[in-house]
């Protein structure tokens, strides 16, 4: 099924078998997968995909998998894209849509990645593997790990979101909080991987998880019939996403499924760790280091992506812009949303309304103009951050229940 050849250095297009595990290039580069578009363009029809699975597997020819029996598949991707006519109307845009990521397995877009760089695993014989992670990635690696009969080891910030945690403790992952940031994560899966064994699936460090998460751009072109929109607002913290997509629209064109002009690409960040934003605004094409990185949007939380020149890149290329908003509007614009649309986002997602609503007000966005916000995650998994926007007295029911629980 896959149209697979290789993998290749994101910077300098050296080419490796894809047949064997391999993290970075030997410059230390992002490897990208790379595939036989022309094969997959003479064998493969856009109109076959109206019988394929209702999960981004629907993609298989240019997802990086060889077998269908190393496929861990747990529903994802495939999701709601919907109209926003409420809020749109209260923004002054008649074409607003939101692609709502937030209703995959386990509450995020990460399930993308993740089940495609299980998946991989599993294919390759890979019995552990481990990441750093600011709160989603780990939750999904602990789920499809589990659902592979795989050994994940998990380090996050010991401030993540509480249902991170949760989440990772009850998929049976090995999970290590650390007094620091992802960067201070990754570093330690970094240091132990050789002694332990394990495979190193930190953002960026293997080549499989952006596969899974470019099938956000299929998607988004397959629902809008294969009209791009104008602009699409993602927000960026490793940026994965954004590259991904931008290495769909690229396929896209080479199987001859779209054409016309690219959207403008739109990264998204918080006022509390903004170096993609800093970068841009400065002309630089790497970002600094962002100290003291604090934001409720745990996956903005990324003091340096690896991938920066690639973010900054694409965004240039595409027109777009780069624009970071404070939590408080972020949550604002997240409660709005929920209210005109019944759609509760991520903190992440919600960032991406009152960016929106900036980028109008500026003008830098037309009102008539077809606008794609891309929430990546679910409201739900934000206990603590939007318990601040409201709180509650103590004693309610849910402390009721806890005291139902007796600890072991
Ligand atoms: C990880 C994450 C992001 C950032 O994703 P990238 O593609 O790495 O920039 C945004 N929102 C949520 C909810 C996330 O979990």
Redesign the pocket.
């Known amino acids: 099924m896959t149209t697979r050849t290789h993998l290749e250095c994101s910077r300098t297009g050296e080419k490796y078998p894809i047949e064997e595990a391999r993290n970075l290039s030997a410059s230390g580069a992002p490897l990208l997968v790379r595939y036989d578009l022309q094969a997959a363009r003479r064998n493969w029809n856009r109109e076959w995909l109206a019988s394929g699975p209702r999960s981004m597997w629907r993609y298989a020819p240019i997802l990086p998998v060889a077998k269908p029996s190393s496929i861990t598949s747990l529903g994802e991707g495939w999701t709601p894209l919907v109209r926003l006519n409420r809020l749109g109307k209260d923004l002054g845009a008649a074409n607003l849509w939101l692609k709502d990521?937030?209703v995959n397995p386990t509450g995020?877009?990460?399930a993308r990645g993740l089940s495609c760089a299980i998946s991989m695993c599993r294919e390759l014989g890979i019995t552990k593997v481990a990441l750093g992670s600011?709160?989603?990635?780990a939750s999904a690696a602990a789920a499809y790990a589990a659902a592979a009969g795989i050994e994940a080891h998990i380090f996050m910030p010991n401030d993540v979101p509480q249902s991170n945690y949760l989440e990772c403790q009850a998929f049976g992952a090995r999970v290590t909080l650390v007094d620091g940031l992802i960067s201070d994560c990754g570093r330690i899966v970094a240091e132990r991987k050789a002694a332990e064994g394990w495979f190193e699936i930190n953002?960026l460090k293997e080549p499989y998880r952006i596969e899974g998460?470019k099938t956000m751009g299929y998607e988004v072109a397959e629902q809008l019939q294969w009209r791009l929109p104008d602009a699409i607002l993602?927000?960026?913290?490793?940026?994965?996403?954004?590259?991904?997509m931008w290495k769909a629209f690229e396929e896209l064109e080479a199987l001859g499924w779209i054409t016309g002009p690219r959207p403008k690409m739109i990264a998204v960040q918080a006022e509390g760790c903004a170096p993609v934003v800093k970068a841009f605004n400065e002309g630089k094409d790497h970002c600094e280091f962002w100290p003291d990185a604090m934001t409720v949007?745990?996956?903005?939380r990324?003091p340096k992506?690896l991938g920066d020149f690639l973010i900054l890149d694409i965004v240039r290329q595409s027109g777009g812009t780069c624009i970071a908003v404070s939590d408080r509007a972020a949550l604002e614009a997240g409660a709005r949303l929920a209210r005109l649309e019944g759609v509760f986002a991520?903190p992440?997602?919600a960032a991406c309304v009152a960016a929106a609503e900036k980028l109008l007000a500026s003008g830098f966005l037309q009102p008539d103009a077809r606008i794609l916000l891309y929430n990546?995650?679910a409201g739900l998994?934000y206990i603590e951050a939007w318990s601040a926007l409201f709180p509650r007295m103590p004693g309610g029911p849910a402390d009721k229940l806890g005291g139902l629980i007796t600890p072991r």
């Open positions: 990521d937030g995020s877009f990460k600011a709160g989603n990635a953002t998460k993602y927000p960026a913290g490793g940026g994965v996403g954004l590259i991904g949007s745990s996956g903005l990324v992506p991520a992440e997602g990546t995650g998994k």
